[in-house]
């Protein structure tokens, strides 16, 4: 049965001393997942800017002042062009991101489209288009989208104070549509808004306690940048966020991790840990939406030196085997190789 997590629980996970909470998330991560192998996304804009949402972490807003050029909706041959790049490159996925509130009616058959064609080259599809209607839920999954991405961002009872534009429920809301279309689900959050811990505890609490757990868990740092509102935040402690990365793979240990937004600050040995905490999926490639993202290059360097294979790790499973192998693999109690992460 799917385990409900009280604030309290992951409160004290949080507070563990760092190396015991580390080993913990370890343990729980080779339980399901081969350490060496990284799941690899590309996160390609296809309409920047302009953004009527009031996110104030987001240089994408039409309310602050970034400097940023807003362009409009990419044609369907530059996104193929892109995506067959990014397939070369070696990502598995390709998620297409648009700075809306919703998308309009009309662009509809030209979203499907582009799932289509991008589908049609063999890479596994995620989009990030806003706020979702059950039709337009439905339409996207029988084009083939794999995966819809809506970030929770933060905990309830923090999230106004960086959105005031759309409520927790509607995210909500839109996370189950996709699901009752479904498609999986990819949702996580951002640390560096100004959170406290307990809010970070809540925000992991929502994503695991949904009825199902989504199956990509974006962990992004804050990217401070200029002209928005959280610009000159107080930069966030590489252990705090480590820490938050192992205590998600504690906490949804079929669901992959992925070290999000903010990876261009981190050096090596932060990003190794993040690995070592549980993260199991980068975005690779040079843009994050609007904001740089390490160069291929580095990260292949990277790999390398961890000895990290550059192939898709991604299941087949379904959720009910996922949670059959999982209930299999705590059964293994005492054996060399593994140790019930889930008794600690
Ligand atoms: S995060 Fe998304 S919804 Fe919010 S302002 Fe940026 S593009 Fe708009």
Redesign the pocket.
């Known amino acids: 049965m799917k385990k409900t997590w009280t604030l309290n629980e992951v409160e004290s996970l949080f507070g563990l001393p760092f190396f015991q909470l580390l080993f913990q998330a370890q343990k729980v991560h080779r339980l399901n997942f081969d350490p060496q192998q990284i799941q690899m996304s590309t996160l390609l804009s296809i309409k920047t800017g302009k ?1 009527p ?3 104030k972490y ?1 240089p ?2 039409s309310r602050y002042k970034t400097g940023l050029k807003a362009e409009r909706l990419l044609d369907i041959q530059n996104v193929i062009k892109a995506a067959k790049l990014a397939k070369k490159a070696g990502a598995t996925r390709f998620c297409m991101g648009a ?1 809306w ?1 919703n998308p309009n009616k009309r662009d509809m058959p030209y979203l499907e489209t582009m799932v289509k064609e991008v589908k049609a080259l063999g890479l596994e599809t995620c989009m990030t288009l ?1 706020i979702l209607d059950k039709q337009q839920a439905f339409q996207l999954a029988d084009a083939g989208l794999d995966y819809y991405n809506h970030n929770l961002d933060t905990s309830p009872e923090f999230y106004e104070s960086i ?1 005031t534009t759309r409520t927790y429920q509607d995210r909500l809301d839109t996370i189950d549509k996709v699901r009752q279309a479904g498609m999986k689900v990819c949702s996580g959050g951002i640390v560096g808004l100004g959170e406290k811990v307990t809010d970070r505890a809540a925000l992991l609490v929502q994503l695991a306690n949904l009825p199902q757990v989504p199956e990509s868990i974006p962990i992004n740092m804050l990217i401070k940048i200029k002209g928005t509102p959280l610009e000159n935040n107080e930069d966030v402690d590489h252990f705090d966020f480590i820490r938050t990365i192992a205590v998600a793979r504690i906490m949804m240990p079929m669901s992959f991790i992925r070290l999000s937004a903010g990876r261009e600050d981190m050096n090596e040995q932060t990003q190794a840990m993040c690995f070592m905490a549980g993260a199991n999926s980068i975005f690779y490639g040079c843009k994050l939406l609007t904001a740089n993202n390490p160069a291929q290059e580095k990260d292949q360097i990277l790999f390398n030196k961890l000895n990290i294979n550059q192939k898709s790790t991604e299941t087949n499973l379904t959720t009910q085997e996922q949670v059959e192998t999982l209930e299999q693999a705590i059964m293994q109690i005492d054996t060399k190789q593994f140790y019930n992460a889930a008794i600690l």
């Open positions: 953004c949402e009031d996110c987001c994408q807003s700075a509130k806003g959105i």
